[in-house]
């Protein structure tokens, strides 16, 4: 008897110690990777989770920037127009603008050769009033840079070529001097921001990227 009472000891002593290891083998194998968020792609879960996602480039999200040093030439007062956002491609055709210190100025934008550009007040003992027959071309800017700018100075583009506000327009007041040897540029004209050196105020429409017809730029 006493040995029968031993021997069924033993034999659940000897199980208790091997069950654990039985189980950890059938046991599935643990994994720290979360479910995809939105569901499995395919089984109407949300859409695939973040298979397929657009993930912007860094650099579209800068709305504007100051690049000191950047112009070497220090004309002045100057405006640079570009045929592609953030500042690339070419030049707009007659888009380095370059404008006494004091000047205001306001004009359209050219549709042909023979038009006129700017009707230009400067501000001087003289009081002089001349126009430019250089007009940027039309409906082709996206971005642009700024340079030799004091506080204060306001430019505007409009869609319209009577600078009504009817369309989309954009106005962009200087809030601290932007010295002639130093830049700023903004990347596109359908966002508002504000920073240290520029407010920007976009009313949008239906877009004023590649559409500018006309420019004043004025004292605020």
């Known amino acids: 008897m006493y040995k029968k009472l031993l021997t069924l000891t033993l034999a659940a002593l000897l199980y208790l110690c091997l069950a654990p290891a039985s189980n950890a083998q059938t046991r599935p194998p643990r994994t720290d990777t979360p479910p995809p968020r939105g569901g499995d792609p395919g089984s109407g879960g949300g859409g695939g989770g973040d298979i397929g996602r657009h993930v912007p480039d860094p650099a579209s999200l800068i709305r504007g920037q100051f690049i000191p040093n950047g112009n070497p030439t220090n004309k002045g007062l100057e405006i ?3 045929e592609e956002n953030f500042a690339q491609g070419d030049i707009v055709d007659n888009g380095d603008i370059v404008l006494p210190y004091n ?3 306001k004009g359209r934008f050219r549709y042909s050769e023979g038009d006129l550009f700017l009707h230009l007040i400067v ?3 003289d009081g002089l009033e001349y126009e430019n027959t250089k007009a940027p071309a039309n409906d082709e800017t996206r971005s642009l840079k700024i340079s030799g700018m004091f506080a204060g100075r306001l430019i505007t583009f409009y869609d319209n070529p009577s600078a009504q506000t009817d369309d ?3 106005e962009i007041l200087v809030k601290k001097a ?6 700023y540029q903004i990347n596109s004209y359908q966002k508002s921001f504000e920073d240290e050196y520029v ?3 976009y009313h949008e429409h239906n877009g004023l990227d590649g559409k500018v017809s006309y420019i004043n730029v004025d004292k605020n």
């Not at 932007?178 to 830049?183: E, G």
Request: no cysteine; proline share 10%; net charge negative.
């Open 199 to 201: 407010k920007v105020t």
């Open 178 to 183: 932007i010295p002639p040897t130093d830049f």
């Open 168 to 170: 989309d327009w954009i």
């Open 123 to 125: 501000h001087g003992n």
């Open 103 to 105: 000047a205001t100025a």
């Open 80 to 82: 640079i127009l570009y």
